[in-house]
């Protein structure tokens, strides 16, 4: 069937010949799960260095929130591959050195620098989205708190993230949207993602076109989940009758 699906493509210039070869095809479905793990990894951890983020921001705390903002305003405005060669390139070269003076290696490996750096991307802006939706939360509504006794901490935990969660989801899934996009740029440091592997094949083939398509497909099919995933949760979370 795969013989078939092939020489019914060729008439229209499309080589997918490479499927045929098990050592390529092997190569394909490796980049494949390669990507998912990287999305696996980076949305979690993402989220959470977003909340963190956003804690600090709205914290109070002036050394804790320009540390904050500062780190936002560096990250957000450079781009994300700049940062992927500054932690893979200078950083782990740093780090390598050090240890290597205490005669152990460097367990950061080049899929460790792109979850956190990818995931440090993003986080910033899932901190804005989460320190707007935390500023829209009714003052009456953080009064109604205090009056319980709520500590600062119970508040943010228990009243302020939960509805800012809310507020923020549109933004928050978009953000995760372009995350998923993001880790191609794992290819730029020989990562064994699926843009990594498609470029060690079309080396060899010079089907360039063919696996393009196929990798439009492949993220297009991850967005498309993870958009969806997000407006189930913006209707599963919303709350009744709010803003009407």
């Known amino acids: 069937m795969i013989d078939a699906w092939i020489a019914m493509l060729k008439p229209f210039g499309l080589n997918y010949a490479f499927v045929l070869d098990n050592t390529e095809r092997t190569a394909f479905l490796h980049g494949l799960f390669v990507t998912l793990q990287l999305c696996a990894l980076t949305i979690p951890c993402s989220l959470l260095a977003g909340v963190i983020l956003a804690a600090l921001l709205t914290s109070g705390k002036a050394a804790l929130a320009t540390s904050a903002r500062a780190f936002v305003e560096l990250t957000r405005n450079t781009p994300t591959l700049v940062q992927l060669y500054c932690g893979f390139l200078v950083l ?9 003076t205490l005669g152990t290696g460097n367990p ?3 899929f460790f620098w792109v979850v956190a750096v990818v995931s440090l991307h993003k986080a910033v802006f899932h901190a804005e989205a989460l320190r707007a939706g935390i500023e829209a939360v009714p003052r009456v509504t953080l009064e109604a708190g205090r009056s319980l006794g709520f500590s600062r901490r119970q508040l943010l935990l228990q009243v302020e993230l939960p509805l800012a969660v809310r507020f923020a989801l549109p933004a928050l899934v978009n953000n ?3 995350l998923v996009k993001m880790t191609a740029v794992a290819s730029a440091i020989a990562v064994g993602d699926v843009t990594y592997e ?15 398509l196929l990798i439009l497909a492949f993220f297009g099919v991850l967005t498309w989940l993870v958009s969806r995933t997000g407006r189930w949760l913006e209707l599963r979370l919303r709350m009744p009758g709010y803003g009407q």
């Open 108 to 110: 950061l490996t080049p």
């Open 176 to 178: 995760l949207v372009d």
């Open 92 to 100: 782990n070269m740093l780090i390598t050195q050090h240890l290597n």
């Open 198 to 212: 498609s470029i060690m094949i079309w080396t060899q083939r010079d089907n360039v076109l063919e696996l393009l």
